[in-house]
């Protein structure tokens, strides 16, 4: 792979840098220039500050903490490394704060320092503030190799425990720079990451992220994988595994048969599955179901690094979706499975592909001539004939496995997988020498629940005894390992970066300096990539299927058992397999889950308060297909949470009725559209919204639907009579006449201070109760009881199951109210800006090179902007800088969402915690509002 260069890199650079190399030549009279340190006095610096110094109003956001805790930026007219060191005692004013560089030998420079700080004559307001500086004379302001090797260290050091994009880059320049003055790197707590395990547990935690965690693991031996003491050695078969039961599915199972797929026999029971009704909804989803996915994940968690898991298992096993693949398909593949060992796609597992057909020598035969093909297209590949369990396989491979693919015919279906023990099981599977799914009563359970057709474009299971490997101490042990082996990787990567991005390796390199890192086998450096004999590569690393764990040490025999006695905790009956039914059309995509059984814990206690074993009803509530977003949640009036509301007030108002009988089990939020409201707070500051009065205007609704109106008029009474014993003289009430029925109009009386209070608006319909602090919320709600009461409103669709709660949001609804969420933008914008630092970073060190193709070289990963934004160069102030969300100095209240979510797109979402377990459907469409 040869990296691109910087279309920025012009004739007009490069002559400027042949003139600052001439004149440094002719000064020093050598053939290379001498460099020289040197330090300023930050604190004399900014001392003097006023509007002289302002270079920016950061209108945007007020002075915060969050925001004034921003490191200041220190920058210089060469581009040379200069940093800022900090005393151990950090203050504002910057006092014994130095910034120390490197330079040219008798070459002035010139550099400028920015910072956040209230304005000067208005503390309110924060403004960025910069103080420029200029070395001429190097004797006047020297400084020693060891103040820069600190000062460069301890900016490192920051950036690494920050967890940002490059960590693993920034951990190795920490200490690097901190060893030359006898300093260990050591990594700080976060500013902003929510994740607080020690190391050792993030490790073997099951799903712990490989790649982030190993960038930001202090580079020690935690858990010894290697000792000549066999005493300190445990056999992992010895090891307690999870001990929770396995759960009885007889009893749950139709009485009448569910049709199965019949590839189910060629799959190991201890294996997830995706089973594909064609190759043509195979096809499908590839090409439309990440497109049209992408915005259920992005409103769950946005992301900032991304890794095309699909396109590298395709270009792996060398079958890419083309033209070819497709005529080939559709000729002569059925149905299709894919199955593996377990779920880490983006760090590097095992996976196989199985194939129906009616002609398996001669589908064989095209596959291996596609994958011939795209072996061409990779480095150092070989061809294998061999045989695996039995079976005559082809192999391809490559010493970094970009390419690992084995085409086999295992009795009447054809195989492509990208690992040999994986190909084994499925050959024991054909000859019943290993228990298959087919056999699984739970596999027949969720295939009654989920039957095949019905427009299924796909099928996933993953079973009990699937999770009880996952959790068992031979794969959380070895994952353990295998993710502190990659910070190895990670780490000899950024040792050798400049050897891999200049592409100068002719040979593969022997590294043998590496005691004092986790063990990771023998580690090479080849010329595209480092390679683990045992782990493999930061791109691709070795499955946990391949590893063949079989002793461990008795410190990781103890934190497996740690982890296990707090994992078992949550499961005190049963484990609980998992069922997903994937459905896709043109514009649309819905998934539908099933984890059975799920225990409830004190964390859902609530919900047994609130809700019970209450379930929605689809034509009581109040649905408007023009909501912009609205959630509804069934109410179980008999809970010990309204039980203990209703003793309450009974105790309060002389009431002796059930002063809840008139709920007819749910109450519903929903958000109208009112274009007035939303440009008016579209115009105020992110910040600004709970404080401002066009928030008391929100055109949010409350409905509660009524089973009868008699109580529910007690209820009102009651509730009256309460508020004016509590609270008299608060309100004026004013009842309003609106088309043929009234609402009441409840006003604050004026206060003191002259702030404007929110009114409260309300009605009672021949349906429900609906309150409301808009007043055109409550006359839209007016419309649709009459038109309800006149049938003239289509009956809303049944549901698929009965749900205890749903939820529905539009674009526009998710922007309106996450634009206005700080917490949300500023998650949102720390993301964005996570990969600022090491943009800057190998801009500098690279010049000629684009830093994001850089990254994604050494890393394996792609950086992007959360909101698909783009990062672009600020030439003033020498950054990097996303064109939606700025810089930490500077930043912008961009947008929360991405494009992948339109404004008329639709998510609705539908979940249960009946029957013993949860289910849940999200439905995806685009262009789905009715607005």
Not at 598 to 619: H, Q
Not at 620 to 637: F, R, Y
Not at 672 to 699: L, Q, Y
Not at 777 to 788: C, N
Request: with cysteine.
């Amino acid at each position: 792979m040869r990296l691109p260069t910087r279309s920025c890199f012009s004739f007009s650079l490069i002559l400027r840098l042949a003139i600052l190399a001439l004149a440094a030549s002719v000064i020093t009279g050598t053939s290379s220039a001498q460099t020289v340190y040197y330090q300023i006095d930050a604190g004399a610096l900014v001392q003097n500050f006023d509007l002289s110094h302002v270079v920016a109003d950061s209108t945007q956001w007020p002075p915060s903490y969050s925001q004034l805790k921003q490191p200041a930026r220190v920058v210089t007219s060469d581009g040379a490394e200069v940093y800022i060191l900090e005393p151990s005692k950090k203050n504002d004013d910057f006092t014994d704060y130095k910034i120390v560089g490197i330079k040219q030998a008798g070459v002035p420079v010139s550099g400028s320092l920015y910072r956040l700080q209230p304005h000067p004559t208005d503390a309110k307001t924060t403004v960025l503030a910069k103080y420029d500086f200029r070395i001429d004379d190097d004797e006047k302001s020297p400084a020693t190799e060891a103040d820069f090797s600190r000062a460069k260290g301890m900016y490192f050091q920051y950036l690494w425990s920050e967890e940002f994009a490059g960590a693993a880059m920034f951990r190795h320049l920490a200490t690097q720079s901190l060893a030359k003055v006898n300093q260990a790197a050591v990594k700080k707590s976060s500013s902003w990451s929510r994740n607080f395990s020690r190391d050792v547990d993030r490790t073997i935690a099951l799903m712990s992220g490989g790649r982030a965690v190993s960038e930001n693991l202090q580079l020690d031996r935690q858990l010894p994988a290697t000792t000549d003491d066999a005493a300190q050695w445990v056999d992992v078969s010895t090891i307690q595994g999870i001990t929770v039961r396995e759960m009885d599915w007889k009893e749950l199972l139709a009485e009448q048969a569910p049709q199965l797929d019949p590839l189910a026999r060629w799959i190991p029971h201890d294996q997830y599955v995706a089973f594909v009704p064609s190759f043509d909804a195979l096809v499908k989803l590839a090409e439309q179901g990440q497109s049209l996915a992408t915005p259920l994940v992005q409103a769950i968690e946005p992301q900032s690094r991304s890794v095309d898991t699909f396109g590298f298992y395709q270009q792996q096993l060398g079958l890419p979706i083309n033209v070819l693949t497709k005529q080939v398909g559709q000729l002569l593949i059925g149905e299709v499975a894919i199955t593996g060992s377990d779920p880490y796609f983006r760090t590097g597992t095992d996976i196989a592909v199985i194939m129906q057909t009616m002609q398996p020598e001669l589908l064989s035969q095209s596959l291996q001539t596609q994958i011939a093909a795209s072996a061409s297209r990779h480095r150092d590949v070989t061809r294998q004939e061999r045989t695996i369990a039995g079976i005559a396989c082809v192999h391809w491979s490559n010493p970094t496995r970009t390419l690992s693919s084995i085409v086999a015919v295992v009795g009447d279906v054809v195989v492509v997988a990208n690992s040999s023990p994986l190909v084994s099981r499925i050959v024991e599977c054909e000859n019943k020498k290993l228990k298959t799914l087919a056999e699984l009563d739970e596999y027949r359970f969720f295939r009654s629940r989920y039957p095949r057709g019905n427009d299924e474009s796909a099928f996933l299971m993953i079973t009990d005894a699937t999770i009880r490997k996952w959790c068992g101490p031979a794969w959380r042990i070895a994952a353990s390992r295998r993710t502190r082996a990659r910070s190895t990787i990670a780490e000899v990567t950024a040792r050798h970066a400049d050897s891999l991005v200049h592409q100068t390796i002719d040979a593969p390199v022997v590294v043998d300096d590496i005691d004092q890192l986790p063990f990771a086998g023998e580690i090479r450096v080849l010329p595209d990539a480092v390679v683990s004999s045992d782990y493999g590569t930061l791109r691709f690393q070795t499955p946990i299927a391949e590893l063949n764990l079989t002793r461990v040490s008795r410190q990781e025999k103890k934190t497996y058992e740690d982890w296990r006695t707090r994992y078992e905790r949550q499961w005190r009956r049963a484990f609980d397999p998992i069922g997903l039914q994937v459905k896709m059309r043109e514009d649309a995509i819905s998934f539908d889950l099933s984890v059975i059984p799920l225990i409830m814990g004190s964390e859902y206690r609530w919900w047994e308060g609130i809700v019970g074993k209450a379930t929605l009803k689809p034509d009581v509530n109040d649905p408007h297909p023009e909501a912009l977003a609205s959630v509804q949640l069934a109410l179980d009036t008999k809970g010990w949470l309204f039980a203990m509301a209703r003793q309450f007030l009974t105790n309060n108002t002389n009431v002796r009725f059930d002063i809840f009988e008139w709920i007819d089990d749910s109450i519903e939020v929903y958000l109208d559209e009112d274009v007035e409201w939303m440009e008016m707070m579209a115009a105020k500051r992110p910040d600004d919204w709970r404080n401002s009065d066009e928030f008391h205007e929100m055109p949010m609704g409350i409905y509660v639907p009524s089973k009868n109106n008699v109580s529910l008029t007690a209820f009102m009474v009651a509730l009256r009579g309460f508020l004016d014993r509590v609270s008299p003289n608060t309100f004026e009430s004013e009842s309003v006449e609106y088309n043929g029925l009234k609402y009441v109009t409840l006003t604050p009386h004026n206060t003191r201070t002259g702030r404007v209070e929110p009114s409260v608006y309300y009605v009672t319909t021949g349906d429900g109760l609906t309150f409301s602090f808009n007043k055109k919320v409550i006359q839209r709600a007016i419309d649709r009881s009459l038109a309800r009461r006149d049938a003239k409103v289509d009956k809303p669709p049944a549901f698929a199951f009965p749900p205890q709660t749903q939820l529905k949001v539009t674009g526009y609804g998710a922007r309106a109210i996450l634009s206005n969420r700080q917490t949300h933008l500023r998650f949102t914008r720390e993301n964005a800006w996570s990969n600022i630092a090491i943009l800057n970073h190998l801009r500098g060190r690279y010049p000629d090179r684009d830093p994001m193709s850089v990254y994604e070289y050494l890393f394996g990963e792609t950086l992007v902007d959360p909101t698909s934004g783009t990062y672009v160069w600020n030439p003033e102030r020498q950054t990097y800088q996303s064109d939606h969300h700025g810089y930490p100095l500077e930043p912008i209240a961009g947008p929360v969402l991405g494009p992948n979510f339109g404004p008329d797109d639709v998510i609705q979402m539908q979940m249960s915690l009946l029957g013993d377990g949860v289910r849940a459907k999200a439905d995806f469409q685009r262009n789905g509002a009715k607005r």
